[in-house]
């Protein structure tokens, strides 16, 4: 669209506009519910089904893996499915492998749906995405953005707040329920929105760099987050990893560069902006969910804080979210790598702020720093996304997307096993640093005044110093965590700067 028949501003957009606007908020708020809402009935799956939290843990982990191993099929299955067939019927593969989480009647199971829900959820931002740059004109696609972000930022934020609450009205199987019949009118919005969009172009599927590129992102999703369980290289499978991930990425690599047809076209990465924008993407990506994975367990753990609390507390990101849609558009159109980099900041004082944080934390601290935390993210996001396709030719939009969204939800998944990690090894070494020094028998420091059922010359007092000891390091390890994500914000900011503007239109 372009000249006279553009319509100068979003209200003076057509009924076929606004069912895509819709359909893709509606499908993006979707996917990012499951990403965080297994986070939070997490527990209650463990006592259901009687197994560990490291057994438990897989639902969540392997859900990642898929998600990231699927995105990169977005620019071939649209090229020979069309966005309309492949939209709905991702959606619909979504929905249903949702309905399937509910009724899973054992571990096995929910892990094998729950990988189907990462599979077939893959492809709904990248492709949401692009739909979006391609239909509306330069001039309201950081308003187009800005509503298509809705559903991508409150999604990993209502996934929380409904969950909990689900889980403590009924059980955990509710809040994948939940999820049907906002899939269903999804898959209404997709069916009348793209009714103009079905016809794809059949294209070359590169199988080699999929598979190399897959067994890469598996083999280092893997290491990040099983290492430290298995104590790292001295874990055969950990060894074994490292030699097959390095192998598919050298083999992925090569094959880029001297295939005619290769899997990803690495010359993307030669425009400036784009190259910046998925840096600061897969930066983004670690920020999304790193500190919706780390307050429940905080909370509920350490605080002993109800579920149904903690998702309303975490919800709180969401009324930043809201606060920064007043500023984002004037400043995306006029001020893009200032809003950027201001963002970022903002996220990295947040993050910070988090980092000062002590057990005896008030639900004050947490509502106002992660209102600040949603406020800065919804601030980037909007000039991230345009400033990175600004300089990129239209019929690189779609793979640039999917490659943009991959780092996104790679960043993510990558972040949150060593953000965890950091948290274990950090508890770990405090525990020991702080138990030294607790002893009768360490006379270089004299132990200060304890409660009397917490006196360590008997079982139960050494009990009670214990728990308390390891609730403390276990805070020592969360503030460390949140000293992480605020340097890496910290890190990205500047990166914003050498980005060019986007040209108006004439």
Known sequence: MSGSSAPKNIFQIGLKLWLILLMVQLSNMLFGMTITIANVVLPQIRGTMS????????????????????????????????????????????????????????????????????????????????????????????????????GAVFGPVVGPVIGSMMAELYDWRAAFFILVPVGAVTLACIWFALSSYNRGERNHFDWIGFLALSLAIIALQ?????????????????????????????????HCFFSKSPFVNLRIFLDKNFSLGTIISFIMGTLAFTGLVLFPSLLHDLRGYPDSLIGILVGSRGFGNWIAFLVIIPLTKSLPRVSLSIGLLIQAFASYMMAQFDINLTNFDIIWTNILLGFGQ????????????????????????????????????????????????????????ISENLSLFYKGQSIPSLPSNWM???????????????????????????????????????????????????
């Open 456 to 506: 360590p010359d008997g079982l139960l007092g050494l009990h009670q110093v214990s728990g308390e000891i390891l609730r403390q390091a276990s805070m020592i390890g969360y503030i460390n965590s949140f000293h992480l994500m605020a340097l890496a914000a910290f890190l990205a900011a500047p990166l914003a700067i050498f980005m060019r503007l986007p040209q108006k239109e004439p």
């Open 378 to 433: 919804s601030i980037a996001f909007t000039p991230m996304a345009i400033l990175a396709f600004a300089t990129l030719p239209k019929k690189q939009i779609t793979e640039g997307t999917t490659i943009f969204t991959l780092m996104r939800n790679f960043g993510s998944s990558i972040f949150i096993s060593l953000s965890v990690l950091v948290l274990l090894r950090s508890t770990s070494q405090s525990y020991s640093n």
């Open 222 to 254: 893997l290491i990040f987050d099983r290492g430290h369980r298995l104590d790292w290289f001295d874990s055969h499978v950990i060894t074994f990893l490292t030699v097959i991930g390095l192998l598919s990425f050298w083999v992925f690599l090569v």
């Open 51 to 150: 197994v560990s939290q490291d057994e438990a843990s897989w639902s969540i982990t392997l859900n990642l893996v898929a998600a990231a191993v699927a995105t990169p099929l977005t620019g071939w299955l649209a090229g020979r499915l069309g966005w309309r067939t492949l939209m709905f019927g991702t959606v619909l593969g979504f929905t249903i492998s949702s309905f399937l989480c509910a009724v899973a009647p054992n571990l096995e199971t929910l892990i094998l749906f729950r990988i189907g829900q990462g599979i077939f959820g893959a492809p709904i931002m990248p492709l949401g995405q692009a739909i979006i740059l391609s239909s509306f004109p330069k001039h309201l696609q950081p308003t187009a953005i800005v509503l298509w972000g809705v």
